[in-house]
């Protein structure tokens, strides 16, 4: 509420005239103004045009009575001057840049040697920041290998890592349970279970590594989050989490682009190679809409080529069962 009242505040004083007064105009300024002096990114002019616009369809909704009262005291009443002709959209599910992709098996490779890395070399040099290095490293794998988003991973709690009956395989890791999905509008945090997969299973030893080994001389006894902070008392930040995700990355060269999210793109990705279910992964990453998840899809090269060969080996062998059938 705070963040969109500000984004009012902020039009009426460009436009130095009140809601009422408002035109189609000021509103083509106001964003021209945004997109090209100021540079601001496609979701930051979205979420702008949003606010204004539920702004607007609530002071004139005749419900509430605003316009009536406006054209009483001054002689003028508000209209809605963000109209689909006037105002960015939504062209597709995304708005990310382009370079907002998956990571590539080589990438992420590098990627968790190089956080590997870190921990050894500060361990060797005898210094204190090996387990939080080691933390680092360990929230970056859970989060590919359970395709869990920055915020999802960096809350869970002891108790959300579960054992799966029809896995006793993976342990007492064959589940982990979201308690802090990403919420629709205007809704609770949205919960989900997430099994673990037999092409992550090296995940498991990581995480039971962590929390058997690592975690106890790290953390209070009192606490129960699974990536307790320097002070134990909270979860790791979320700013903590993204600079030290952002070092490793930096360290092992990768681009800019590649960000803590790619790890959940990578995820759906690489299930897909695998020949997962597409519904089955939809559930698992926890997407209301089967196109959201299609769009986290980054399929190699190599995938595609199997899969085109595999289709000209079925049509080849098809055109010969119907040669003998003659």
Known sequence: MEGRRSTVMRFRRFAEAYPWQWTASVVDEFFLELRAVKGAARSTVLGYQNALRMFLEYLTDPAYGWGEQCWERFGEHPAQVFHEWNTARHAQDAVATP?????????????????????LRI?????????????????????????????????????????????????????????????????????????TVPEFDWAVEC???????????????????????ERGTAAIAADSLS??????????????????????????????????????IQQQVGHEHASTTSIYTGLSPDYRARVVDGAIHRMAAAAMTTSKEY
């Open 99 to 119: 370079g907002k992709r998956p990571y590539t098996r080589d990438e992420l490779e590098d990627l968790f040697d190089c956080a590997d890395d870190r921990v």
């Open 207 to 229: 995480l039971r590594q962590w929390t058997d080994q690592v975690r106890p001389l790290y953390a209070p006894a009192r606490s129960t989050w699974l990536w307790p902070s």
């Open 243 to 280: 600079r030290a995700f952002n070092e490793v990355k930096r360290e092992a060269g990768l681009d800019d682009d590649l960000d803590f999210h790619s790890l959940r793109r990578s995820y759906v990705t690489h299930l897909i190679e695998a020949g997962y279910d597409a519904f089955f």
């Open 123 to 195: 361990r060797q040099a005898g210094a204190k920041g090996w387990i939080p290095a080691f933390r680092t490293a360990t929230i970056m794998k859970v989060a590919y290998a359970w395709g869990l988003r920055r915020n999802e991973v960096r809350c869970l709690d002891l108790v959300d890592i579960a054992t799966n009956p029809r896995a006793p395989q993976f342990g007492n890791a064959g589940i982990i349970y979201v308690r802090h999905g990403k919420a629709m509008r205007g809704s609770p945090p949205k919960r989900r279970s997430v099994l």
